[in-house]
């Protein structure tokens, strides 16, 4: 790996504890359920490094996080899987808060003792959660001496848990998770080794419009797949049949066509195409030559030529930035594009960072997910990043 980003933030090392201290971590346990129990624990082993760093310090530590969506109380989303989970994974007794705050919760960080955790519940069981509200925030920061924000997940979302507690809680400082994240994408856009090859795919443009146009600045080559490359086709007056085409992706697409066209960077679109009659599994399948999809097909996969050039470029990479499949991959008929551009990725010599939840899945689906230098745990917030915004629960910790 090239030498990271200056990340000029204090971290998690710089503290110092006393046998006991109460530290309050933004851990991001947003991880999907199924039956009870937590079905893909990546992101809670993600965590691991600081939980243990802090553990051997002696620390009691009160971890919160949201999960799901609820806009209150919702037994559906009780962190209790997580907790377990992670209870599971460490060697530190692990105790699960019935609220987010209130007077039990307090009475449990009080009786924290070193080298244990207590989980308080889904942050977003209060409202306050959402609208950063100061009284929310003061009462997590009356909690802990410390507070340590490991949730890149959730750093580009101002939220009392991941900003406003931070204003009333110092040292606020970030965890080993959210510096190497951070410093990670950063390096991608201000020191990449070159040639930076960059794979985009997924669903819709207007998703990624903002990357698109970033990276036709910086990037020495641009591949696209996915569903979103229809939008460029419909720009260039082509034939997309039956494919999915977001309307709003289109001008988009003529614009970033437009911009290409005066800008260093290589834009390369698919040149085949996997076809189904319907998307469905069970579809009929054919391979395209070309990419003018007639009526009654769907464009739902790139094709072996187009996986196979954009595999090449990927090989050839001195740093490669994959964000979304190339095509409907759920459906084993049309992962193929997919699967060859994640070997690709996961054999390049270059260095390999790989973001977005559907991208890291059909890393997971190929057994692939080891292969990579960094598999990011953020979507929204490695979007935001690589697009030159500043994350807010960043900002806010602790100059170094
Ligand atoms: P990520 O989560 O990695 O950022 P996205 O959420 O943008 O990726 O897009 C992933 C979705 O795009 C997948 O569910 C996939 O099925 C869908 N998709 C990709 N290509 C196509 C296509 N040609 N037609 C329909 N859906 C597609
Ligand atoms: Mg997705």
Redesign the pocket.
């Known amino acids: 790996m090239p030498e990271a980003a200056r990340f000029g933030k204090r971290t998690v090392r710089d503290l110092e504890l006393g046998d006991g201290e109460r530290v309050l971590v933004r851990v991001d346990f947003n991880v999907p359920l199924e039956g009870g129990g937590v079905a893909d624990d990546s992101r809670i082993r993600a965590a691991l490094p600081t939980i243990e760093l802090l553990l051997d310090g002696g620390a009691a530590l009160i971890l919160c996080s949201h999960l799901g969506r609820p806009t209150g109380r919702d037994p559906d989303t009780s962190l209790a899987p997580a907790s377990d989970r992670l209870g599971e994974l460490i060697d530190a007794p692990v105790h699960q808060a019935p609220e987010v705050i209130g007077p039990e919760v307090r009475r449990g960080a009080e009786r924290l003792g070193p080298r244990s955790v207590l989980v308080l519940e889904n942050t977003r069981w209060e409202r306050g959660e959402t609208e950063n509200d100061p009284a929310l925030a003061e009462e997590l920061a009356g909690l802990a001496r410390a507070y340590v924000n490991d949730a890149f997940g959730s750093a580009h979302r101002a939220h009392a848990s991941t900003v406003g507690v931070a204003e009333h809680l110092r040292p606020a400082v970030a965890g080993l998770l959210l510096e190497r994240e951070v410093t990670t994408l950063r390096s991608i856009v201000e020191a990449p080794e070159r040639p930076l090859v960059v794979v985009l ?4 443009v207007s ?2 419009i903002a990357l698109i146009d970033k990276f036709l600045d910086t990037a020495d080559t641009l591949l696209i ?6 939008s460029f086709f419909r720009a260039q007056g082509k034939p997309t049949g039956d ?2 085409v977001e309307e709003e992706g289109v001008e988009l697409a003529r614009r970033a066509l437009e911009k290409a066209e005066s800008s260093d960077c290589n834009l390369l679109l698919p040149i085949d195409l996997v076809l189904g009659d319907r ?1 469905d599994a069970e579809a009929e399948r054919r391979v395209q030559e070309g990419t003018d999809v007639p009526e009654g097909w ?4 790139v094709g072996p030529r187009t996986a196979a050039a954009y595999g090449e470029e990927v090989s050839r990479a001195g740093t490669v930035f994959w ?8 459906m084993a008929p ?1 992962a193929e594009g997919t699967r060859i551009v994640a070997e690709a990725v996961a054999t390049a010599p270059g260095t390999t960072v790989v ?8 890393l997971a689906e190929f057994g692939l997910e080891d292969d990579v230098d960094h598999l990011s745990t953020g ?1 929204g917030a490695a979007l935001e990043l690589l697009e030159g915004k500043a994350l807010p629960g960043v900002e806010v910790l602790d100059d170094a």
């Open positions: 795919g997924g669903a819709k998703d990624k797949g996915g569903a979103m490359c229809f494919s999915l998307f769907m464009g739902l996969d964000n979304g499949p190339m095509g409907a991959f759920e049309f973001g977005g939840g559907d991208s890291a899945a059909a979507g």
